[in-house]
């Protein structure tokens, strides 16, 4: 039922994208020209009179009529395609493939008994309400530069991330897209880069009611927050989706920055095991609430720490018991770092995270976990760049024996790239200790045996 959902769905867009693309190119069919640059909305200069090609037919032959010229129908925004006219209907034809009589399938008409005497073209007054956002904002938006690419929709918030050039048009754009996009009250703007402790944006609000806790659905799983105070990418929604897939129930997941819950709430009510943290308090918060909105309080633990700290107590923890008192191979084990800008820096809380002698009794066959560490790359082979940076930061090379992958998750800017790289732990990398841990490992040493004698004196 799904697969045939999203094929609906496809269909819809395939269809919506195919007549947009047709009326833009028909220039009678667009905004009037003097929109072009208009900052401060104003809807009523959108008004214009066109010559449309239209059938007129007998009431009694419209659904007869109707399937000879499906693709010949003009489809706008709230038009009505056929309507009363006196005692017959009204069809209205698309003028770009309808230049005249012979344009349509006469043949076919002419035994429906619709002839060319049926056939007129009349004025049709179109305005503001015939345009969908993406028709309105092209015909204002400065040719010369880029336009409006993208948005992201967060139950009733729309979030933009504007360039500088498109700053002046924000408050139309706003309106406009506050206007058209269904359900929608709230438009902001990103208002600056992700640099504070918690990785929330700083929203500037450009247009409608500045209400922030939203509701939305990730993949048929209800989610509920303050967007304002937490992050939340709706782009992720497929990357979500792809590792939970991975999971099977009596798996377990440790999540180490889990946000609201993306990874870890549908994970849990799959029935694995869940360790989920996050530093804010506020995403801490609404985890907890999501946790119980789902119910599936009985199989998450969520601990509000930094991301170190959870690493080298709680995931150190509950591993270790684990690995000596279970056997590994009946499920999977994984961890997701998924804090892209930062992640790769807490790699290093793996290496020595055990001493020898606490993993010296296990099995041969123990299974170790996966992490999933998710990281941006800027430049050219990003792929490679990636990879660098991950075993820079573990202080170890991933050969085949403990590389899983390395995933493409999306483009983030111009040579700017996110991914998920995925490999193995090893009782090597867990009772190993980087070399600069040793040698700050040492110093430490020292610095305490100067001070002891400096005591003792």
């Known amino acids: 039922m799904l697969m045939v959902s999203r094929l609906k769905d496809l269909t819809i867009i395939t269809n919506r994208l195919r007549h947009y693309f047709r009326n833009m190119d028909a220039k009678e069919l667009q905004p009037p020209s003097s929109v072009r640059g208009m900052q401060e909305l104003q809807r009523e200069q959108f008004r214009k009179s066109v010559q449309v090609p239209r059938l007129q037919v ?7 009529v109707m399937p000879l010229v499906k693709k010949f129908l003009l489809k706008m925004e709230h038009l009505h395609l056929v309507k009363a006219v006196d005692k017959s209907r ?21 035994r429906q008994e619709v002839t060319v005497e049926n056939f007129s073209f009349a004025e049709l007054e179109l305005s503001y309400e015939n345009w969908s956002a993406n028709e309105i904002l092209k015909s204002v938006l400065p040719t ?3 336009g409006l690419t993208s948005y992201s929709r967060i139950g009733h918030i729309a979030h933009l991330n504007l360039r500088d050039h498109l700053l002046p048009y924000k408050q139309l754009i706003g309106q406009v897209l506050r206007d058209k996009l269904p359900n929608c009250r709230t438009v902001v703007n990103k208002a600056s880069t992700i640099d504070n402790t918690y990785r929330n944006f700083q929203l500037e609000l450009i247009c409608g009611d500045a209400e922030y806790q939203v509701e939305t659905k990730e993949n ?32 377990v997941l ?8 993306p990874f870890s709430v549908p994970a849990a009510k799959k029935r694995c095991h869940v360790l989920a943290n996050d530093l804010n308090p506020e995403s801490f918060r609404w985890l907890q609430h999501n946790a119980k909105r789902n119910k599936c309080l009985p199989n998450i633990q969520m601990f509000n720490k930094d991301g170190r700290q959870f690493i080298v107590e709680e995931l150190r923890e509950d591993l270790l018991k684990r690995l000596r008192t279970t056997d590994t191979t009946t499920y999977a084990i994984h961890i997701t770092m998924n804090l892209p800008a930062m992640a790769v820096e807490f790699l290093d809380a793996f290496r020595g995270l055990y001493r020898a002698e606490d993993l010296a009794q296990l099995p041969e066959n123990v299974c170790y976990p996966t992490v999933h560490v998710y990281s941006f790359a800027k430049g050219e082979n990003t792929k490679e760049l990636v990879r660098q940076l991950v075993e820079s930061n573990l202080g170890a090379s991933l050969d085949d024996s403990l590389l899983q992958g390395i995933n493409f998750v999306r483009n983030v800017a111009p040579n700017k790239d ?27 040493e020292e610095e305490l045996e100067v001070a002891t004698k400096v005591k003792c004196v």
């Open 254 to 261: 440790y999540d180490v920055f889990a946000g609201v819950g």
């Open 418 to 444: 996110m991914y998920r790289v995925s490999f193995k732990l090893s009782l090597k990398l867990l009772t190993t200790l980087k070399e600069v841990e040793i040698t700050r490992k040492r110093y430490a």
């Open 220 to 251: 048929g799983v209800p989610f509920e927050f303050d967007f304002s105070k937490v992050y939340w990418n709706p782009r992720l929604s497929t990357e979500h989706e792809r590792i939970v897939k991975m999971l099977k129930s009596d798996d």
């Open 144 to 146: 010369e530069e880029e």
């Open 90 to 110: 009204e069809i209205l034809l698309h003028p770009t493939p309808v230049k005249n009589w012979e344009s349509l399938p006469t043949e076919e008409l002419q």
């Open 58 to 64: 007998p009431e009694s032959q419209v659904q007869r």
